[in-house]
């Protein structure tokens, strides 16, 4: 079985994630009552788009670059693994599940298992970009720390209310 990715494979993986995440934000923000919950997902859309165009500009200058394996396709199939059991990997799962949570606080539990992801998916990744680009996916990666933080924050605002 051939598991080797090509860089545009991976990029395009997150982009697609991404997509999702945006979309899953968005659609929440658009259902919910609560003016706080509401503005913390529509924020985070407009987070979600800017790294899709980031990912979309590393996508433009693609350089070839094979990582360090052990074993050939060792990474690959890792990263590939990591973008499957993604909460956002698949065709339109973000709109999908933002139909299916009910409440503010499963959308914000949904949303931080989705930041936790994408942290370890982008931090995998990086071997996968040229070196030039590792500094892209390192901002990338904080900016989803901090969607962490902000999504905790909201989580415990959602639990004193209750």
């Known amino acids: 079985m051939n598991y080797l990715l090509k860089v545009s494979e991976v990029v395009e993986a997150a982009i697609s994630i991404e997509e999702n995440g ?76 933002a139909k299916k949570v009910s409440t503010p606080f499963e959308a914000t539990d949904l949303a931080l298992r989705f930041e936790k992801d994408s942290i370890l998916f982008f931090d995998e990744m990086r071997r996968f970009v040229s070196p030039k680009d590792h500094e892209i996916i390192d901002k990338l990666i904080e900016e989803e720390r901090q969607h962490i933080v902000k999504l905790k924050r909201l989580e415990k605002t959602l639990k004193d209310k209750e």
């Open 22 to 97: 945006r979309t899953f934000y968005r659609s929440f923000g658009d259902s919910t009552k609560e003016e706080e919950v509401k503005e913390v997902f529509y924020f985070l859309a407009d987070e979600e788009n800017r790294h899709i165009v980031a990912f979309k500009n590393i996508s433009r200058d693609l350089e070839k670059y094979t990582p360090e394996e052990t074993y050939g396709g060792e990474h690959s199939k890792y990263v590939s693994d990591l973008a499957d059991k993604n909460v956002f990997s698949g065709k339109n799962t973000g709109k999908d599940l």
